[in-house]
């Protein structure tokens, strides 16, 4: 999946929504400062907001999104490299020359 279309999804969904859709098992916040909190391969995910209204991630959140984040630069890096049929680029134009 492209980065721009888990954006689109993103802006259409809540990001439980977009968690389940993943196959994230999303579970109901306990308290009235919780925002999301989910089942992750590292166990118990939460993100909560303190008493400043700050954003704040437990170990495990953390670690999902860093996964998440580096399989999108992934993605992105490697749909950078294809190159469509009969484009061609000054680099690749100078080296049949």
Request: no cysteine; charged share 30%; glycine share 8%.
């Amino acid at each position: 999946m492209e980065t721009n279309e888990i954006r689109d999804i993103l802006a259409k969904t809540t990001p439980g929504e977009w968690l389940e859709g993943q196959g994230a098992q999303v579970r109901r916040p306990t308290n009235p400062y919780e925002v999301l909190r989910f089942d992750a391969p590292g166990g118990l995910a939460m993100v909560w907001r303190n008493k400043r209204n700050l954003l704040n991630w437990s170990e495990a959140a953390r670690v999902e999104y860093r996964q998440g984040l580096e399989a999108n630069q992934q993605d992105a890096s490697q749909d950078e490299r294809k190159e469509t049929p009969g484009s061609h680029t000054k680099s690749s134009e100078a080296r049949r020359a």
